[in-house]
C-alpha cells in the first residue's frame, strides 16, 4: 500500500455535536480527490483531521505511513485554508518572502543557500508568478495569492497539497487556469485533497470524489460517483436536519 493519507474510523464532536462521524478514507499517492458535501457537513474538519491538525475523538489518522499524532515531516503537508489569505494582507510581506517561508520551513535554523533560492526561484516559475515576486501579498489578487501559497507549498517540497475552497472570489478564467496548474502539479507526483462547493468543477478536475454529510456517503473515481445518488442523498439528509433541527446523520 501506498497510502499518503489512512483514516480510519474516525470520529469528531464540537462540543457535543457531532460533526464526523465513523469516517474511514485512504488517499493514495497521486489521487486528485475532491472531497464535497453540503454546507456544514465538516468537510474542513475532516480535512484538518486528515492532516493531523485536529484530533479525532476517536478513530486513528497515518500520514505517509506514519501516525498523525507523531508525524514530524510538516513540510511534505501544503496546507491552503480558507483563512490563508486573510492572515496575509495586514503583514507587509512580499511574494517572494512568502515563498522563502516555504524553505525556512525545510531548511530548519541553517541560513538559505543557493540552493534554496533556485529552489524558491523554481517555485515561483512553475506556479507563474515569477513577475509578481517582489509585490507586497496584500496587493495580489485572490488567485495570485493562492498560486503564492502553492509556490510556499512547493518551496518546502511538500507531496501533498490540500486547497479548502481555493478559489472563491476567483473569477472565471482565473480558475481555470488555476485547476489547470492544480492539474499540472498532480501530474507531475503532488498528491492534491480539494474541497471546492462548486460540485460541477470538482467532478470536472478531481479523479476520486469522497461525498460527505458528517458521514461519508460515497468515496470513489469520479466517473463511477457520478453514476451514484451520493450527493442527492447527502444533500438530502442535510436539509432533513435543518428541517428537524437535529444534526444530520443522527
Ligand atoms: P464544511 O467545511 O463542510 O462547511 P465544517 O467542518 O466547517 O463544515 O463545519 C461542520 C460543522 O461544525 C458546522 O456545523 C460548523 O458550524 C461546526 N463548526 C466548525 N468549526 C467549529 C468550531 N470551531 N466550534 C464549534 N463548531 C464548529
Redesign the pocket.
Known amino acids: 500500500m501506498n497510502a499518503v493519507i489512512a483514516a480510519e474510523n474516525v470520529t469528531f464532536a ?1 462540543d457535543d ?1 457531532p ?1 464526523v462521524k465513523d469516517v474511514s478514507l485512504t488517499v493514495e499517492a497521486g489521487d486528485f480527490l475532491g472531497l464535497i ?1 453540503p ?7 475532516l480535512l484538518k483531521i486528515l492532516l493531523g491538525l485536529q484530533t479525532p475523538d476517536t478513530g486513528t489518522v497515518e500520514l505517509f505511513g506514519t501516525d498523525a499524532t507523531s508525524f514530524d515531516e510538516g513540510t511534505r503537508l501544503g496546507y491552503v485554508s480558507q483563512q490563508s489569505s486573510e492572515a496575509d494582507t495586514t503583514m507587509p510581506i512580499s511574494v517572494r518572502e512568502v515563498v522563502r517561508m516555504g524553505r525556512y520551513a525545510h531548511a530548519g535554523l541553517s541560513p538559505l543557500g543557493s540552493d534554496d533560492h533556485r529552489i524558491v526561484d523554481d517555485a515561483l516559475e512553475q506556479v507563474g508568478i515569477v513577475d509578481l515576486a517582489d509585490r507586497q501579498i496584500s496587493s495580489l489578487s485572490g488567485g495570485q495569492k493562492q498560486r503564492t501559497y502553492i509556490a510556499r507549498a512547493l518551496a518546502s517540497k511538500a507531496d501533498l497539497l490540500a486547497l479548502d475552497e481555493p478559489t472563491v472570489g476567483v473569477d472565471a478564467d482565473s480558475r481555470d487556469a488555476f485547476y489547470d496548474l492544480l492539474h499540472e502539479l498532480n501530474e507531475a507526483g503532488i498528491t492534491i485533497v480539494l ?1 471546492e462547493h462548486d460540485i460541477g468543477v470538482v467532478t470536472e478536475h478531481a479523479d476520486t470524489i469522497a461525498c460527505l454529510n458528517r458521514e461519508l456517503y460515497e468515496h470513489c473515481d469520479t466517473e463511477r460517483f457520478l453514476e451514484t445518488d451520493a450527493l442527492e442523498r447527502a444533500f438530502s439528509s442535510a436539509r432533513a436536519a435543518r428541517s428537524t433541527g437535529v444534526a444530520s446523520g443522527d
Do not use: F, H, R
Open positions: 464540537y455535536q460533526v458535501g454546507n456544514g457537513s465538516g468537510k474542513t474538519t474541497i
